[in-house]
């Protein structure tokens, strides 16, 4: 240990920074002051020596004590591969040190590299400059600073500036977080700083970059204590101490001995790991109660709840869509933070079309858990992502894949173990039943699902989320929801001791979502997003009911039930996951001839949005007997309505007969929704069929309907309704088309949307504008390819119709070219170039397409 006793000839060393010619008699002034105070001036030409200039003064400043600092009108000499003057970069190496500055003024011809370094030295923050005139008054604020300096400065030995340990890996994907938790720092009234989040979600990586962009603000520096280690809070004392090289003196305990070494120190403090010492944190606002310059930030899986906290939750990352384009994958922070890890494997590595698939499904599977994806590209130096994703959570249960990480996160299980271990009884028994919902569940469905009272299940999900075990979650129908990342819910299923009790619970809360729908078709806003929030919840059971053999016909009744919402979000189609689901049921589960209705009225609904109108028509016309004499009135009006959609275009009569029956039923049953539909399928068979006049009476009607119940569904359907209407009235409805418009994107409606646009080509048209109109149709098509539904018979007769007139007006050719180019146009797209034909319209829908 170096003796803190001089020798006589060791005085205190002050390092005299300017430029020599320029400066010489202020030079000669600062030493003449330094002198006088017994102090030993450093000085770069005090004697020749052997080395490269750089070399001198940046070892004359590592055995220096004090920084003066002296500046005119020049910047000085910019050596070769420097990107600053060495004028600069002195004052860059004295940052630990005290520095006294001084800048001579007036100064007309200041050199503006030198101006721009005065005022970044102002800027920052960190010390100030004094301004003279002459030699004469430098050396009289030199010698009267210097005095004041060493009052002050050393009446303690001089501390060692401290910073954490470099961090072996880059940052990604954590812009926003680290620009949020920088300016929490740097905030005046802001002391204290908790990073929350699961375990593994980088909450101490992040730590650390907020550090490295800080640690200029600290004039003595930075400290991180890994609490990893210590688990009595007690001894959280004695680690902060040690970390920060704090000695007691005599029986001085380690918390006076930092209230004394901290009460004057500028520095940022980093607690990692706190969650296990909790019992700490009063000692926490004591520190920073004693020390007024000290800014702690904290990294914890659970919140500290300290007066002054500012907690900064951290979440996973957001993974990439599932519908994107190459380009779209690669934007996802989680796919960046992958593709970054796996580019450290041997080899490298690159995106492509051909592995983007298969990553960014591990990164949706792993939630955006920054650990779980620093494992999956470990194990991925030997396997391919399609070989992991087919074991992935029995491979990331191995320990090993990174040997440098701590025990505690070498497998994903061991992580969550280890906050699962901090929880009381009750809370780990909540945990495990929250593992069920497989979509963002609300305080509300927690109670109908794991049978406790509100007042238990608002305690323990507080406690979860204290232990950043459950997390904020957002749900489509706007109410507070929460969710656990898929590796927790795994972790926490694990350990349900009665699964099949705790998903027939959520059996009954999908069902009772779906019934208090049932009544208004799915078909109101509000219910379109309340039944989108248990879209996820719902397979999970159709997935549970197909696994244990459970009757699946009161599931598929209450689907039929909201066919609304099924055919608006693309259920009611070949290709959906959710129909295939529904497809895959084993016939033995439908124990009652109405099960096998429900069955038959739904596929029946599919054939038709998939464009096989006989087979539909055959299966209504089959099970219509049956209905009739157990079904109830609206389903018999349903279906009735369905049979005459699907009619071909020769079929007028029959399938106005149809209509009319289905209203007289729908009127019976005193369902004004019901009627509000049929009428306006009704209408728009009628205006196809060369009655728009009759058409648009019955579309009226439908719209009184909408506008009383509020359904903006129906109300988008008779708005479209109308606007062809108009159109082959001859008085033009654009209002009506943009109002479709505007409710079939408030609710997400897209083949809707994608009707509007056929709409809009046929209406380009009657204004002449054929090469618009070109382009729309091409916009549709491929629109419609991604949607997968077809159109009804009636709107496929309008679109062809429309098509074939752009076609008759433009050369063959020019046509082909125009629609490929509408091709690429999205939705968006599509409807901002022709938004001047809507009136009062927005440039763009609301940008989901």
Request: glycine share 8%; aromatic share 4%.
């Amino acid at each position: 240990m170096e003796s803190r006793i001089r020798t006589p000839d060791h005085r205190l060393r002050v390092f005299v920074s300017s430029t020599l010619a320029e400066l010489a008699p202020e030079r000669a002034a600062a030493r003449s002051a330094i002198e006088q105070l017994m102090l030993a001036p450093v000085m770069f030409e005090s004697g020749a020596r052997p080395h490269p200039a750089q070399e001198v003064y940046r070892a004359y400043l590592a055995r220096s004590d004090i920084f003066v600092g002296v500046y005119a009108d020049s910047y000085g000499w910019v050596g070769p591969g420097m990107a600053v003057s060495g004028l600069e970069d002195e004052l860059n190496l004295a940052a630990d040190l005290p520095r006294l500055l001084y800048v001579r003024s007036p100064a007309p011809g200041r050199d503006p590299a030198l101006t721009r370094m005065l005022g970044r030295i102002r800027d920052d923050g960190q010390v100030s400059y004094k301004r003279f005139a002459d030699a004469a008054e430098l050396r009289a604020l030199v010698l009267t600073d210097l005095s004041t300096l060493l009052a002050e400065r050393f009446d303690e030995p001089r501390r060692e500036r401290r910073v954490a340990s470099t961090p072996v890996s880059t940052l990604v994907g954590r812009d926003e977080e680290l620009d949020r938790v920088v300016d929490e720092l740097v905030t005046a009234d802001r002391r204290l700083i908790v990073l929350t989040g699961a375990g593994g979600i980088g909450k101490t990586r992040l730590a650390q970059a907020a550090m490295d962009r800080t640690a200029s603000r600290w004039s003595d520096g930075t400290s991180f204590v890994d609490l990893s280690g210590t688990t009595d809070p007690r001894l959280v004392p004695d680690a902060i101490a040690a970390a920060l090289g704090v000695v007691g003196q005599g029986n001085e305990r380690p918390l006076d001995a930092l209230h004394r070494a901290l009460s004057r120190r500028s520095l940022l403090l980093v607690l990692d790991n706190f969650e296990q010492v909790l019992e700490a944190a009063p000692m926490v606002t004591d520190l920073l109660r004693q020390a007024p310059g000290l800014r702690v930030l904290v990294t914890s899986r659970v919140a500290l709840r300290l007066r002054g906290e500012r907690e900064v939750r951290v979440d996973a990352l957001e993974v990439p869509p599932a519908d994107g384009d190459l380009a779209d994958l690669a934007r996802s922070p989680a796919m960046r933070l992958l593709v970054d890890r796996l580019r450290d494997g041997p080899g490298g590595f690159d995106l492509t079309e051909e592995n983007a698939s298969a990553l960014a499904e591990l990164c949706r599977r792993l939630g955006g858990l920054p650990l779980a994806l620093e494992l999956a590209a470990a194990w991925m130096r030997v396997l391919t992502p399609d070989q992991l994703l087919a074991d992935l959570y029995a491979r990331l249960r191995q320990p090993g894949a990174l040997a440098d990480l701590p025990d505690r996160q070498q497998t994903l299980d061991r992580t969550i173990s280890w906050s699962y271990a901090l929880l009381p009884p009750p809370a780990q028994d909540l945990l495990a039943r929250l593992s069920v919902f497989a979509a963002p569940f609300t305080v509300d469905d927690v109670v109908a699902v794991c049978g406790s009272d509100s007042a238990d299940v608002v305690h323990g999900l507080s406690r979860l989320l204290d232990s950043s075990l459950v997390g904020p979650a957002p749900r489509p129908d706007g109410r507070r929801g929460f969710q656990l990342l898929d590796p927790i819910r795994r972790f926490a299923a694990a350990r349900l001791d009665e699964p099949d009790d705790t998903v027939a619970r959520l059996h009954r809360h999908v069902l009772a979502v779906l019934d208090a729908a049932d009544n208004r078709l799915g078909s109101q806003e509000l219910l379109l997003r309340r039944l989108d929030s248990e879209q996820a919840n719902l397979q999970a059971v159709l997935d549970w009911i197909g696994r244990t053999g459970q009757p699946s016909g009161p599931l598929l009744r209450a689907l039929g039930d909201v066919w609304v919402w099924m055919l608006a979000r693309g259920h009611l189609r070949q290709s959906s996951d959710l129909w295939r689901q529904i497809e895959g049921l084993p016939d033995g589960l439908l124990a009652t001839e109405r099960d096998r209705l429900a069955m038959r009225w739904l596929t029946a609904s599919r054939l038709l949005n998939d464009g096989a109108f006989e087979r539909a028509g055959r299966l209504l016309d089959e099970m219509l007997p049956a209905a009739r004499r157990v079904e109830t009135p609206v389903r018999i009006a349903l279906a009735l309505s369905a049979r005459a959609i699907v009619l071909p275009p020769g079929a007028h009569e029959q399938a106005r007969a149809t209509f009319e029956e289905s209203l007289e039923v729908a009127a019976g049953a005193d369902d004004p929704l019901v009627s509000g539909y049929i009428l306006s399928h009704y209408g728009l068979l009628l205006t196809v069929d060369g009655q728009p006049s009759e058409g648009q009476a019955r579309h009226h009607e439908a719209l009184r309907i909408a506008d009383a119940l509020h359904d903006e569904n129906l109300r988008a359907e008779v708005h479209y309704d109308l606007a062809i209407d108009g159109r082959l009235l001859d008085h033009p409805a654009r209002a009506d088309l943009a109002a479709a418009v505007s409710a079939y994107d408030g609710i997400g409606h897209l083949d809707g949307l994608v009707r509007c646009v056929f709409e809009l080509a046929a209406t380009a048209l009657q204004e002449g504008d054929g090469r618009l109109a070109a382009r729309l149709v091409g916009a549709a098509v491929a629109a419609r390819r991604t949607v997968g539904l077809a159109p009804w018979p009636s709107v496929a007769e309008l679109e062809r119709r429309a098509t074939e007139r752009v076609r008759a007006i433009l050369d063959a050719d020019e046509f082909t070219s125009l629609v490929e180019a509408g091709h690429d146009l999205t939705v968006d797209g599509a409807l901002t170039a022709a938004r001047h034909l809507l009136p009062g319209s927005p440039a763009g829908t609301s940008g989901r397409r």
